[in-house]
Structures are given as C-alpha cells and as structure tokens.
C-alpha cells in the first residue's frame, strides 16, 4: 500500500486536459420531455461532450441536424453514440451512420451485445463488431463495445472481455464502464493497462459497496485518481463520459456530479 498515495499524488500533478461530458441516460427523463431544454442545462453545467443512447435512432435527419446546431451554439459536441441491437441490423446501421454524421460522432459504441452464451457467443459478438468496424472505417467513423458485469465472470475458463479484446481489431474501443467493472471484481487500472490506446472513452460510474450505484460520482468506491493515471498515460482516453442512472433529480445530480469531477481534477 505504500506506493498508493505517491501515484495519486503523481496523478493529480499531471493529469491531461481530457474534456468530461454526460452520458445522456444520466438525464433520461428530462431529454424525453425536451431534448433542446435537456442540452441546454447539460451545457450550462460545464459538460463539453455528450453522449446520446439508443432512441436517438428514431429522430429523423432533420431533427438532429437542429440538435447538431444547438450543440454547435452551446460549444458542446457529442463524440460518440450509444447504440442497442437496431442500430445493428442492416438498415439500422446505415441510419446510425447518417445520424452520427450529422451529429460529428466519431464513434457508433455497442451498449450491449444482449443474451450471449459460451465462448463461441462471445466470439460471435468479436466477429460481429469487427465486420462493423469494416463498414464503418471507410467513412472515418469507428465503432466500440461497452462492457457491463457479465462480461468479467469467467466462461469457460476466460472473460468475455479478454476474447473481445483479443478478437477484435486494434481501433475497436474498449469503452469502459468504470463501475460495472468494479463491482464484477475486475481491476479497472490492470484492463487498460493491459490494453493501450483502446480505452479511448471511458463512462465514470461510480459505486459504493454500502450503497450500490446510488451516489455521485466521486463519492463511492472507485480509485479515480488511479484510473485517470492510467488511462491518460497508456488507454489513449480521448474524452470521458459521467454517467449516474439513479438519482430521481436528474439534472442536480448531474451538476453535483460535475462539481465532484472539478474537485478532483482541480
């Protein structure tokens, strides 16, 4: 434990200036009443960049061309997508591609790969984001796989990750959700470590052993120092993404949250 307090030290003395944004989830219930009011308080915040999830799918290219401009006036930019199986399918993508366009993405993340089993599953799921990292190269867009708890239980004797990062091309982000990964057991600092420059977004979830993923980032358990040490040094992390999923007043949290990240960037 004696080399704990020094690399924290050594990681608030040198941490690089990575933009923070929000995961829009954080914000659901506000987006669904009034996306425009929603990124307007987002930016107001502090947030650089956002993140939209899955029903940005259902907007049509007009509508996101007038959420592109509000982002444009607010100085905010959305760098990436959050994206659940129809963004997948063959007609989905070539939507998700207009829409990320549009919006400046730089990359089309895969929530979940849904019900996988066995090792051949997940093998399945490395082939399937490599046959999209394929389509989608040629257009300067990339895509991703963001991890929750399943996939750091052992199957068959190895974790999903590992066979997702294994099987996967090199500019396949591992995005990484810092609390889900905690939670499981796995050690955020050794994955990106053990993966350079492919941690390149990471979701700042925290969580607490008393109290679970009910808390504000910078409260809980999770070694943040550590991790931004790690993933400014050797992940190749181009933005980072807060995200709280339980707290009933939205956007107050989502400022405390930024609040908290000030202190320990500071």
């Known amino acids: 434990m004696a080399g704990t307090v020094p690399l924290a030290a050594r990681a608030a003395a040198f941490f690089k200036d990575v933009p923070v944004g929000l995961e829009l989830y954080s914000v659901r219930t506000e987006l669904s009443k009034d996306v425009f009011a929603t990124l307007a308080q987002v930016a107001k915040a502090g947030y650089k960049v956002v993140e939209f999830y899955a029903p940005y799918l259902d907007w049509t290219p007009d509508t996101v061309r007038n959420i592109r401009k509000a982002l444009d006036d607010a100085g905010v930019k959305c760098l990436s997508t959050h994206n659940n199986g129809p963004s997948f399918t063959e007609d989905g993508l070539k939507k998700a591609i207009e829409l990320n366009q549009i919006l400046g993405s730089k990359y089309v993340i895969m929530a979940s790969a849904g019900r996988v089993t ?20 040629p257009l300067g867009l990339g895509t991703g796989y963001h991890n929750h708890q399943p996939e750091w239980a052992m199957v068959d004797g190895k974790r999903p990750m590992d066979v997702i990062a294994a099987g996967t091309p090199k ?96």
């Open 118 to 137: 066995g090792l051949d599953g997940w093998r399945g799921v490395a082939d399937r984001l490599t046959a999209i990292a394929d389509t989608l190269r």
């Open 171 to 266: 500019d396949v982000v591992l995005q990484l959700d810092v609390g889900t990964c905690v939670e499981a057991g796995a050690d955020p600092v050794a994955w990106i470590t053990a993966n350079p420059g492919r941690i390149r977004s990471i979701h700042c979830k925290d969580w607490s052993r008393g109290r679970g993923y009910a808390i504000a980032f910078g409260e809980g358990d999770v070694p943040w120092p550590r991790i931004f040490d790690a993933a400014e040094s050797a992940g190749g992390v181009e933005y980072y993404l807060i995200e709280q999923e339980e707290s009933p007043d939205q956007i107050e949290m989502a400022q405390r949250c930024f609040a908290n990240w000030k202190k320990l960037r500071a």
